[in-house]
């Protein structure tokens, strides 16, 4: 079947559920339905819908269907010395590039180069309509409609199936270093934003049980220079490789938890926000803009003092799904999302409260 064809009989699929009051549940290699609530409807399979439709290295930009495996897009960067900057976690073989772009989740170099939404430059999806919409396009400095696709980031597909997406793409770095530094988590959160402020090459940092954890990134003279002046143990690259690798793909001992799985929460914060002294076991990302910890404690009690400190929690792994799994919304960001799910999906067919309630 040509892929004109099979988004003709997804056309008809979608408009069918909305005559008749079906929920579909859009869904790729599978491999992030632990995120968000539980899952409604019958499934959508989108791993038909494959292929690299435009890569132009010179322009850093590619243009690829949904339903292609996320390696195979990376593969293809990385022989030509690109890739996607924003790092998207995999958590299995099967991620595709739509699933990648719905879960809206990026791995240890976000902090430096920014999310997901910050690298999409247009998108084509199917509507709750039926119909076939275009936002965007293929090159940088075309802004028509940009905002309006990169709200498909994070929307785990409550909005449209997804079609195609085209995405700015980054060279790698030509040399990277990473360092190990010994202090409590105070300090290493004081000295990340110190760093911050300063024009240093660094790309990614973790911080658990006493240790920070730097990558730097960039041409070698910059990154040379910054290994001598910021001193620390210097991490062997096969082991610091493994290690953000692990981070990213959260298949480090730390996101293990206990057994049975204990809740894993996800907190944002500003990055120089106080440590936020919940006990348990903890990991701080991002400058410390992102920190993981492991609680039982009630969802209210965490909400409570993260968002005393300016951020907001989502339970990201195990726990109860049925309930809040994001940050309950303000009244006015309450209103937007339901504007924009009539706007995008008016009778609700595509993974209804995989969201929020009601959405």
Same mark, same amino acid.
């Given at each position: 079947?040509?892929?004109?064809?099979?988004?003709? @009989?997804?056309?008809? $699929?979608? $408009?069918?559920?909305?005559? &008749?009051?079906?929920?579909?549940?859009?869904?790729?290699?599978?491999?992030?339905? +632990?995120?968000?609530?539980?899952?409604?409807?019958?499934?959508?399979?989108?791993?038909?819908?494959?292929?690299?439709i435009n890569y132009e290295p010179s322009e850093l930009v590619v243009t690829v269907r949904a /339903?292609?495996?996320?390696?195979?897009?990376?593969?293809?960067?990385?022989?030509?010395? @690109?890739?996607?900057?924003?790092?998207?976690?995999? +958590?299995?073989?099967?991620?595709?590039?739509? /699933?990648?772009?719905?879960?809206?989740?990026?791995?240890?170099?976000?902090?430096?180069?920014?999310?997901?939404?910050?690298?999409?430059?247009?998108?084509?999806?199917?509507? /709750? %309509?039926?119909?076939?919409?275009?936002?965007?396009?293929?090159?940088?400095?075309?802004?028509?409609?940009?905002?309006?696709?990169?709200?498909?980031?994070?929307?785990?597909?409550?909005?449209?199936?997804?079609?195609?997406?085209?995405?700015?793409?980054?060279?790698?770095?030509?040399?990277?270093?990473?360092? %190990?530094?010994?202090?409590?988590?105070?300090? !290493?959160? &004081?000295?990340?934003?110190?760093?911050?402020?300063?024009?240093?090459?660094?790309? !990614?940092?973790?911080?658990?049980?006493?240790?920070?954890?730097?990558?730097?990134? /960039?041409?070698?003279?910059?990154?040379?220079?910054?290994?001598?002046?910021?001193?620390?143990?210097?991490?062997?690259?096969?082991?610091?490789?493994?290690?953000?690798?692990?981070? %990213?793909?959260?298949?480090?001992? +730390?996101?293990?938890?206990?057994?049975?799985?204990?809740?894993?929460?996800?907190?944002?914060?500003?990055?120089?926000?106080?440590?936020?002294?919940?006990?348990?076991?903890?990991?701080?990302?991002?400058?410390?803009?992102?920190?993981?910890?492991?609680?039982?404690?009630?969802?209210?009690?965490?909400?409570?003092?993260?968002?005393?400190?300016?951020?907001?929690?989502?339970?990201?792994?195990?726990?109860?799904?049925?309930?809040?799994?994001? &940050?309950?919304?303000?009244?006015?960001?309450?209103?937007? @999302?339901?504007?924009?799910?009539?706007?995008?999906?008016?009778?609700?067919? +595509?993974?209804?409260?995989?969201?929020?309630?009601?959405?």
């Amino acid at each position: 079947m040509s892929v004109d064809d099979l988004i003709q @009989q997804w056309r008809e $699929r979608v $408009r069918d559920a909305a005559a &008749h009051g079906r929920a579909l549940c859009i869904r790729g290699g599978g491999t992030k339905r +632990f995120y968000g609530r539980p899952e409604l409807g019958e499934p959508l399979d989108t791993r038909a819908c494959t292929g690299i439709i435009n890569y132009e290295p010179s322009e850093l930009v590619v243009t690829v269907r949904a /339903g292609t495996p996320l390696a195979e897009l990376e593969a293809e960067l990385a022989a030509r010395g @690109q890739m996607l900057a924003f790092e998207p976690p995999h +958590f299995g073989p099967g991620a595709t590039v739509g /699933g990648c772009v719905a879960a809206g989740l990026a791995g240890p170099r976000r902090a430096a180069v920014g999310g997901v939404r910050d690298f999409i430059l247009g998108a084509r999806l199917i509507d /709750g %309509r039926g119909e076939v919409l275009r936002f965007g396009g293929e090159v940088m400095k075309n802004v028509a409609g940009y905002d309006v696709s990169r709200v498909l980031a994070g929307s785990l597909g409550t909005l449209g199936l997804m079609l195609d997406v085209s995405l700015k793409v980054l060279p790698k770095p030509m040399a990277e270093a990473s360092l %190990r530094f010994e202090m409590d988590e105070a300090a !290493a959160l &004081h000295q990340l934003n110190a760093w911050g402020g300063q024009p240093l090459p660094i790309s !990614a940092s973790a911080w658990q049980n006493g240790i920070l954890e730097l990558r730097l990134s /960039g041409a070698a003279a910059a990154v040379d220079a910054a290994v001598a002046r910021l001193g620390g143990e210097r991490i062997p690259d096969t082991v610091a490789d493994a290690r953000w690798r692990g981070l %990213r793909e959260q298949t480090e001992a +730390f996101f293990a938890g206990a057994q049975p799985p204990r809740p894993l929460w996800r907190l944002s914060l500003p990055s120089d926000a106080l440590a936020i002294e919940l006990g348990d076991s903890q990991l701080v990302e991002w400058g410390g803009a992102q920190r993981w910890l492991h609680t039982d404690l009630p969802p209210e009690t965490i909400r409570a003092r993260v968002a005393a400190l300016g951020g907001h929690a989502t339970l990201f792994r195990n726990g109860a799904r049925e309930g809040a799994v994001f &940050h309950p919304l303000t009244a006015p960001m309450l209103t937007l @999302q339901r504007n924009l799910k009539n706007a995008f999906d008016p009778v609700g067919v +595509f993974n209804p409260g995989r969201l929020y309630e009601g959405l």
